[in-house]
C-alpha cells in the first residue's frame, strides 16, 4: 500500500499580527474556527500557540483551556499540538498546559540558538535574541511530555539539533514515535533551500517519521520535496501567509487546501485524522469517537 503523507496546520504562531496578515486568529473561539476550517480542508494535526485576545503570547493556562474546548467541540478526533518555545519564561510555565491538558502532541525544540527576525531592505533586526533549550532543560521538557502521554514533535532548526536527540533516546527518554519537524528559513537556523532539505533527509534516523516547515514562501518548494521523498509537511499562517500563486491567505483552510492540491499534483495521498493516530500511534484520548 502507498504511504500515505500527514498535513499539518500551524494556525497562529506567537509572532504574527494582524498588521502583517488581518486573518491571523487570536481568540480561543477563532482558533477552534481555524481549527475546524484547516480540518475541513485535510489538515490531521493543528500546531496551535495560545494568544490573549490583543494577539499577544499567552502562558495562562485558562487560555490554553479554553483554546482546547473551543478546538475539540469543532474538531473531536484532530490532534492538537501545543506551542512549548518560550523566550524569557520559567521552564515550568512552558510545559505547565501540557501537564495539565495532556495533548496528544507538544512542540519540542531540539536546542539553542540565535533567533532573529533581519530586514535587509531596512538593514536592521526587528527581533534578536537567544533561544535557549540546554540539555537539562530539554530532559525537564520530554520528562513531562512523557508523564502526560504527549507525544514530542521534535523542532529542529539546524542539523545540529538531529543530532541532540541522540543522548535522550540513548537515556530512553524519546518514544519511537516522536516526530522529526525540519525547520528551516528561521533567521539563526539553516536556510531554506532544496540542497539543504535534501542533508536534513539524510540525518533523521532510517524509520522515522519527518515532515519539513518551510518559514515563509519557500514553504511550497520545500513542501514539494518533502513530498517527493515520502515525507510530510506543514503549512499555515503561522509559517507562511502566502499561496503558492502570490496571493494572501484568507484562511488555514485555504493553506491545507493548497498543500493537498500540491501533494496530489505530485501523486501523493492525504492521511486522515485516524490513519494519522494509526501511522504515529497516537490513541485518541480526549476526544469523542467519530
Same mark, same amino acid.
Given at each position: 500500500?502507498?504511504?500515505?503523507?500527514?498535513?499539518?496546520?500551524?494556525?497562529?504562531?506567537?509572532?504574527?499580527?494582524?498588521?502583517?496578515?488581518?486573518?491571523?486568529?487570536?481568540?480561543? @473561539?477563532?482558533?477552534?474556527?481555524?481549527?475546524?476550517?484547516?480540518?475541513?480542508?485535510?489538515?490531521?494535526?493543528?500546531?496551535?500557540?495560545?494568544?490573549?485576545?490583543?494577539? @499577544?503570547?499567552?502562558?495562562?493556562?485558562? $487560555?490554553?483551556?479554553?483554546?482546547?474546548?473551543?478546538?475539540?467541540?469543532?474538531?473531536?478526533?484532530?490532534?492538537?499540538?501545543?506551542?512549548?518555545?518560550?523566550?524569557?519564561?520559567?521552564?515550568?510555565?512552558?510545559?505547565?498546559?501540557?501537564?495539565?491538558?495532556?495533548?496528544?502532541?507538544?512542540?519540542?525544540? /531540539?536546542?539553542?540558538?540565535?533567533?532573529?527576525?533581519?530586514?535587509?531592505?531596512?538593514? %536592521?533586526?526587528?527581533?534578536?535574541?537567544?533561544?535557549?533549550?540546554?540539555?537539562?532543560?530539554?530532559?525537564?521538557?520530554?520528562?513531562?511530555?512523557?508523564?502526560?502521554?504527549?507525544?514530542?514533535e521534535m523542532e529542529c532548526f539546524?542539523?545540529?539539533?538531529?543530532?541532540?536527540?541522540? #543522548?535522550?533516546?540513548?537515556?530512553?527518554?524519546?518514544?519511537?514515535?516522536?516526530?522529526?519537524?525540519?525547520?528551516?528559513?528561521?533567521?539563526?537556523?539553516? #536556510?531554506?533551500?532544496?540542497?539543504?532539505? /535534501?542533508?536534513?533527509? %539524510?540525518? $533523521?534516523?532510517?524509520?522515522?517519521?519527518? @515532515?519539513?516547515?518551510?518559514?515563509?514562501?519557500?514553504?511550497?518548494?520545500?513542501?514539494?520535496?518533502?513530498?517527493?521523498?515520502?515525507?510530510?509537511?506543514?503549512?499555515?499562517?503561522?509559517?507562511?501567509?502566502?499561496?503558492?500563486?502570490?496571493?494572501?491567505?484568507?484562511?488555514?483552510?485555504?493553506?491545507?487546501?493548497?498543500?493537498?492540491?500540491?501533494?496530489?499534483?505530485?501523486?501523493?495521498?492525504?492521511?486522515?485524522?485516524?490513519?494519522?493516530?494509526? /501511522?504515529?500511534?497516537?490513541?485518541?484520548?480526549?476526544?469523542v469517537s467519530a
Amino acid at each position: 500500500m502507498k504511504k500515505k503523507l500527514v498535513l499539518s496546520c500551524a494556525l497562529t504562531g506567537a509572532a504574527t499580527n494582524r498588521q502583517q496578515c488581518p486573518y491571523i486568529p487570536y481568540t480561543p @473561539q477563532e482558533l477552534g474556527e481555524e481549527a475546524k476550517r484547516a480540518e475541513d480542508a485535510g489538515a490531521s494535526i493543528v500546531h496551535i500557540h495560545a494568544r490573549e485576545d490583543n494577539g @499577544q503570547p499567552s502562558w495562562r493556562l485558562e $487560555v490554553f483551556e479554553q483554546i482546547h474546548e473551543e478546538v475539540r467541540k469543532r474538531c473531536p478526533n484532530i490532534i492538537i499540538n501545543y506551542s512549548t518555545g518560550a523566550i524569557g519564561i520559567p521552564k515550568e510555565d512552558r510545559i505547565r498546559h501540557v501537564s495539565a491538558i495532556k495533548p496528544d502532541m507538544a512542540a519540542f525544540n /531540539m536546542g539553542s540558538m540565535n533567533y532573529a527576525i533581519y530586514s535587509k531592505k531596512a538593514k %536592521k533586526f526587528y527581533w534578536n535574541t537567544v533561544f535557549a533549550n540546554p540539555f537539562d532543560e530539554m530532559m525537564f521538557y520530554v520528562q513531562k511530555m512523557n508523564e502526560a502521554g504527549t507525544i514530542p514533535e521534535m523542532e529542529c532548526f539546524d542539523t545540529g539539533h538531529i543530532r541532540n536527540a541522540e #543522548p535522550l533516546r540513548d537515556m530512553g527518554l524519546i518514544p519511537d514515535n516522536a516526530v522529526y519537524s525540519l525547520v528551516m528559513g528561521v533567521m539563526g537556523g539553516i #536556510p531554506a533551500t532544496t540542497e539543504n532539505l /535534501m542533508h536534513q533527509i %539524510k540525518q $533523521v534516523p532510517e524509520g522515522n517519521h519527518w @515532515q519539513v516547515i518551510g518559514i515563509s514562501r519557500k514553504q511550497w518548494q520545500l513542501a514539494a520535496v518533502a513530498i517527493t521523498m515520502g515525507g510530510s509537511f506543514r503549512v499555515g499562517l503561522e509559517d507562511n501567509f502566502y499561496l503558492p500563486n502570490g496571493e494572501m491567505a484568507k484562511s488555514n483552510g485555504e493553506c491545507v487546501e493548497a498543500g493537498v492540491t500540491l501533494a496530489h499534483m505530485l501523486g501523493a495521498e492525504i492521511a486522515s485524522i485516524e490513519e494519522t493516530r494509526q /501511522m504515529l500511534n497516537i490513541p485518541l484520548t480526549d476526544g469523542v469517537s467519530a
